[in-house]
């Protein structure tokens, strides 16, 4: 009789519990156990948390339970992580103290916000007139705080890179200007949008029209803002280089950090994600770790997208893996969103490690063309629709019909442009 | 100055096109250029970051110098105002940080 092996994930987010499915009917059973470990026994739309604040959704609405998900045959445990023991292929759970050996092991803890990295963000103010909403808590108060509102100057903050869903600040903004509008009272509010980076979003192109649509929303951009200090007392941020905004209401982009056990396992790099291989998503020290999703230290955007991109790769090296092999498949950084811009419209965009934002149309099997970098209304329309896929399709590992490298049809480039990019996705992911 | 610097090539953006041709006495003509006079606190960063970029290809992010060296945030301000990350990587003869996404 062969002996039992063990595959742990760790973290039932979006990247452990697709990769749970995805893997499940793909391993002999008198081989291969699997394990999803948990800290939480709910599992969270967390795309949804953006419209909590204001009102679209509640609380109820992008919550249900971990386990609807879990398919039959895997093991969930709720527990935190106490540490991970790489050299001694085992984890330790708080609950306890429960040990767990395995032979593969895959960690999709994802990243959570951290205010105390923030010099007096958590002095006074925080949950009075300083809100989060990457956290169902935060939503839900900011949703209370902005009801009763009168006004003022409402700054937007993001307090460094990377964060989880990075045009998440952006869509507030706007949502923030429609909120504001409908009931009548955008006059009596100012909005900035304080960011560290030189414009509104990373890449050039999509920078250069989201830049846009904040100018034509009267919503003030200051960049390069980089935040040293929360005065709750004065109501004022200042950043390192002296510069000063003050605030009547500020709803704050921590800086995000991978889970604490990364760090306490000596596993992370400074902001405790996981350093992994870009194109082979297998960690970069440990032959039998593997990092997914948000815990991974990946140039591309911390956002549900990009996992669904990662699945193949991560499915077909890990089965390599287990059957003693070298990794074949490559990820390419592809990742794509939906950004609310307010007034029921949208505009996607789409992009991988080496290719910017293009403007131009998605074409999408079965729900048709999206317009790219463009605003439109059925854009919008695909991210409520996404809230459905999410918990009926993507989640529980079915395919969906979208390809997973990106690709340059309906792009709107020029012909130098095209040449170019058609090299680069020529060259592979694996060869880039 | 612009003995050392004159056989050196930039970017449009001043940043060195070849890292690997840098010396410690490019750094300091850099320097001097963008008005910098470094002293020792401004070399550990600088040490670091041409450490960090041998081994991962990338210039250090702000939070990487700070956890991985004795040199504060706020000093880091003080030593290259104007954009540590960048000014630092301009010093070390290294390409223009990416920005995270």
Redesign the interface.
């Known amino acids: 009789m062969k002996t039992m092996k063990t595959l742990l994930i760790l973290g039932a987010g979006t990247a452990g519990t697709m990769l749970a499915n995805k893997m499940s009917p793909k391993l002999d059973r008198r081989e291969w156990k699997i394990i999803l470990v948990d800290k939480n026994d709910v599992h969270a739309y967390q795309p949804g948390f953006l419209f909590i604040p204001f009102g679209i959704y509640k609380a109820e609405d992008v919550i249900l339970p971990q386990r609807k998900f879990v398919p039959r045959g895997v093991e969930l445990v709720t527990s935190e992580v106490e540490v991970v023991e790489p050299s001694a292929d085992r984890v330790v759970l708080c609950k306890n103290g429960g040990v767990l050996n395995y032979d593969q092991l895959v960690i999709a803890t994802g990243t959570e916000i951290r205010p105390d990295q923030v010099e007096g963000m958590l002095d006074g103010g925080w949950q009075h007139n300083i809100f989060d909403f990457y956290t169902l808590e935060g939503a839900a108060r900011l949703a209370d705080f902005l009801r009763n509102w009168q006004g003022g100057r409402l700054v937007v903050n993001v307090a460094e890179m990377p964060i989880k869903c990075p045009v998440a600040p952006l869509e507030f903004v706007f949502l923030a200007d429609w909120y504001f509008r409908k009931k009548g009272m955008r006059d009596r509010v100012e909005i900035v949008y304080a960011t560290p980076l030189p414009g509104a979003f990373t890449k050039p192109k999509a920078s250069a029209l989201l830049g846009d649509l904040m100018a034509k929303k009267g919503i003030h951009v200051e960049a390069e803002f980089n935040i040293g200090e929360v005065d709750s007392s004065r109501n004022v941020i200042r950043s390192w280089d002296g510069r000063e905004i003050a605030y009547d209401l500020l709803v704050a982009m921590p800086t995000n950090m991978g889970a604490e056990f990364i760090e306490r396992s000596g596993m992370g790099d400074e902001l405790n994600f996981v350093p992994t291989n870009r194109y082979t998503l297998q960690s970069e020290q440990w032959e039998n770790i593997w990092a997914l999703g948000d815990a991974a230290n990946l140039p591309t955007s911390k956002a549900g997208a990009v996992v669904h991109y990662q699945m193949e790769a991560a499915v077909n090296n890990l089965l390599s893996s287990m059957r003693g092999e070298k990794p074949t498949h490559c990820f390419d950084g592809h990742a794509n969103c939906f950004v609310e811009t307010g007034f029921d419209k949208g505009v996607l965009i789409d992009f991988n490690y080496e290719i910017e934002p293009l403007p131009g149309m998605y074409p999408l099997p079965v729900v048709g063309p999206f317009r790219l970098l463009g605003e439109s209304v059925f854009n919008h329309m695909g991210k409520l629709f996404f809230k459905w896929m999410y918990w009926n399709i993507i989640l529980k590992g079915i395919d969906v019909p979208l390809p997973n490298e990106m690709s340059l049809v309906g792009k709107s480039i020029t012909a130098e442009e095209r040449k170019t990019y058609l090299q680069l996705i020529k060259k592979g992911a694996c060869n880039v | 100055m612009s003995d050392v610097l004159s056989t050196v090539k930039f970017d449009a953006e001043g940043y060195m096109v070849d890292a690997n041709a840098w010396t410690p006495e490019i750094g300091t003509a850099i320097a001097e250029r963008e008005g910098l006079k470094l002293n020792d606190r401004h070399w550990v960063v600088i040490n670091y970051a041409r450490r960090e970029f041998t081994s991962k290809g990338q210039p250090p992010?702000?939070?990487?110098i700070t956890?991985?060296t004795d040199v504060t945030?706020?000093e880091?301000?003080a030593l290259f105002?104007?954009?540590p990350a960048k000014m630092a990587a301009k010093v070390a003869g290294l390409g223009k940080p990416?920005?995270?996404?």
């Open positions: 992010t702000l939070r990487a956890k991985n945030t706020k880091l301000y105002p104007g954009g990416t920005g995270c996404i």
